[in-house]
Structures are given as structure tokens and as C-alpha cells.
């Protein structure tokens, strides 16, 4: 490429026409993705453990573009399994695949409970890492050295920051999701396959609703931009990723939190 051609910047961050699953696309961070991506011109698939909730959601978001609903339990790995089956059914590529579907469990740490620890440690790291492999052959069909296929795997800055709440597998697992993505980028850029971490602040979820509810006013003081992130917010640096603008993006973890882990 010489460096002196023009860049058309509106097909740099395009992903028109692109095939994308969104795991916890239902609600929350993933459902921000997946509005953001129909937004943008891509066929999205969602996933999520309730199939009647993850149709309902598939089919009010076909009002704004293609959406697919592929429910799963993505706790273990025959629901991985079970959510790749679909698309292979259906897809000969995927360009897109962002690993959202999470868990979160809060106790005090005396009384932690050992289910608890598995629930969070099962959907937050072993999912990611199975489904992301089940997926593997629709991934490297769909990639090419100027335009890579995309993992995108959702941490959080708990996995970077000590939190404040006593959530104590949570933390721990998004922090492995972080150091996964760096060894998975390693290892799959050789194929063509970035991979990459967001790891969000605080958004409006059902996991940060009692959080929001009890503390909203204390996280936005700690806030340098003092707010909490906003659906474009996530939209933007997903659509990002996914893009040519980010072809050359791989292994890093991106905080989304308007600046709180620095603060």
C-alpha cells in the first residue's frame, strides 16, 4: 500500500454485509453490540440462555436489519457445541464472533459458595474458550490477511482494577478472559483471526442494576468524564473492532469505563 493513496474512511469502518454472533445478545453490553452491528449493515446472530427470551429479542430487533436467534447454554461445552451446530446449519463464515455472555455472583467471601464459583468461572472463561474453538472453521473461512476474522471477548475492568463490591469469582475471571485473549491472539493471528478484549465499566445491565441502583452516584464521581457509558458507547468500539480500521488491532484489552481504572 503506498502511504500517500487515499483512504476512504467510510469503507474503513464498514462492516455492511459482515456475519456476526453476539453470545448474551439478548440484553445488557451484548445487546448494545448486536443493535450497533444491525445498525451498521451486518447479519447478527444472537445467543442466550432462554430460547423464548432470545427469539423474542432476534425478532424485535429484525426491525432494524437481519437477526437470528441461536440460543444456548454456553456454561458448558456441549451448549458451545450446540450454539456452533446452528450456525454451521446456516452459515458457510463467520466474520464476527463477540464473546459476551457472562455471570456474576455476589457473597460475602466467608460464605462463598462453591456453585457460585463454578456458575461464573463456567459461562465467564471455560464458554469463551469453547465456543470460540467450535467455531474456528467458520472463522478461518471467513479471514484474510488485509481483513482478518474478528473474536472480540467481553472482560471488565474488575479484571484489571480491584473491585468494590465482594463478587469474588467474577473478578478473577475476567482477568483470565483478559490474559486468554492475549494468548489466544498469539496464536490464531497466524490463521488470520484477531482476537481482542473490551472490558466495560459501568453500563446499564441486569448484572450492574442493583450496583446502579445502590451506588450510581458514587461511580459517577470516579468517573473522569463523570457518567457511565452510554449504548454508543459500546456500539463504537465493537463496530471498531470488527472493521478495517481495526484489522491491525490484536492481543490488547480495551478498557471502556471513560477513564475510571486510571482515575
Known amino acids: 500500500m503506498n502511504p500517500e493513496d487515499p483512504i476512504n474512511v467510510e469503507s474503513l469502518f464498514s462492516i455492511k454485509g459482515k456475519v456476526a454472533l453476539v453470545t448474551g445478545g439478548s440484553r445488557g453490553i451484548g445487546l448494545m453490540i448486536a443493535r450497533g452491528y444491525l445498525e451498521a449493515g451486518a447479519k447478527v446472530y444472537i445467543s442466550s440462555r432462554k430460547k423464548d427470551v432470545c427469539d423474542a429479542v432476534a425478532k424485535k430487533l429484525s426491525e432494524i436489519g437481519e437477526c437470528i436467534s441461536v440460543p444456548g447454554d454456553l456454561s458448558t461445552v456441549e451448549g458451545c457445541k450446540s450454539v456452533a451446530d446452528q450456525l454451521k446449519a446456516r452459515e458457510e463464515a463467520l466474520h464476527i464472533l463477540v464473546n459476551n455472555a457472562g455471570a456474576a455472583w455476589g457473597a460475602p467471601l466467608e460464605a462463598y459458595p462453591e456453585a457460585g464459583w463454578d456458575k461464573v468461572m463456567d459461562t465467564n472463561v471455560k464458554g469463551v474458550f469453547y465456543l470460540t474453538q467450535a467455531l474456528l472453521p467458520l472463522l478461518e473461512k471467513a479471514a484474510t490477511p488485509a481483513d482478518p476474522a474478528r473474536v472480540i471477548n467481553i472482560g471488565s475492568i474488575d479484571g484489571i482494577k480491584v473491585p468494590s463490591i465482594e463478587n469474588y469469582a467474577y473478578s478473577p475471571s475476567k482477568a483470565a478472559v483478559h490474559h486468554m485473549t492475549h494468548v489466544l491472539a498469539a496464536k490464531l493471528g497466524k490463521r488470520f483471526i484477531t482476537v481482542n478484549a473490551v472490558a466495560p465499566g459501568p453500563f446499564e445491565s441486569k448484572m450492574t442494576e442493583w450496583m446502579l441502583d445502590n451506588f450510581k452516584d458514587h461511580i459517577v464521581e470516579q468517573c473522569p468524564l463523570n457518567r457511565i457509558g452510554a449504548p454508543?458507547?459500546?456500539?463504537?468500539?465493537?463496530?471498531?473492532?470488527?472493521?478495517?480500521?481495526?484489522?491491525y488491532i490484536n492481543g490488547v484489552v480495551i478498557p471502556v469505563d471513560g477513564g475510571i481504572c486510571v482515575a
Open 232 to 247: 454508543s458507547d459500546m456500539a463504537g468500539v465493537a463496530i471498531y473492532l470488527a472493521s478495517r480500521a481495526g484489522a
